[in-house]
């Protein structure tokens, strides 16, 4: 009788093992699951910040671009203007004409300053 007592308390003993460590190991699958799970929103929050700021640097490229293209057309109407100005001053009427300027603006010189007074 004893004997079998022991051999009860042996297979108990056994199998309390054997539950501790069937336990542990599925205590170590909800560790390294949940690790996972906790990286995997790690990566999905990294991921969308990235996306943001791809949207981000699109919307300034966009916006960098429309400036570009706004000093260019600037660029070139300033060109144009410049180069009808030395047109003008080129011209021979604008030559022939000059006299007649400086004594159009003696006169205005000369009623501007009665108008101030």
Do not use: C
């Amino acid at each position: 009788m004893e004997s079998a007592s022991k051999d009860r308390e042996q297979i108990t003993k056994n199998d309390l093992d054997k539950i501790f460590a069937e336990q542990k190991r599925y205590y170590n699958l909800i560790k390294l699951e949940l690790e996972i799970f906790n990286l995997e929103n790690q990566y999905n929050n990294k991921s969308s910040e990235n996306r943001e700021m791809l949207e981000k640097i699109e919307r300034y490229e966009k916006e960098i671009n429309l400036y570009k293209s706004s000093l260019h057309s600037v660029s070139e109407e300033q060109q144009y203007y410049l180069k009808e100005y030395n047109k003008i001053l080129n011209s021979t009427s604008w030559k022939v004409m000059a006299p007649m300027r400086m004594v159009g603006s003696v006169f205005k010189g000369i009623t501007g300053r009665r108008n101030k007074r």
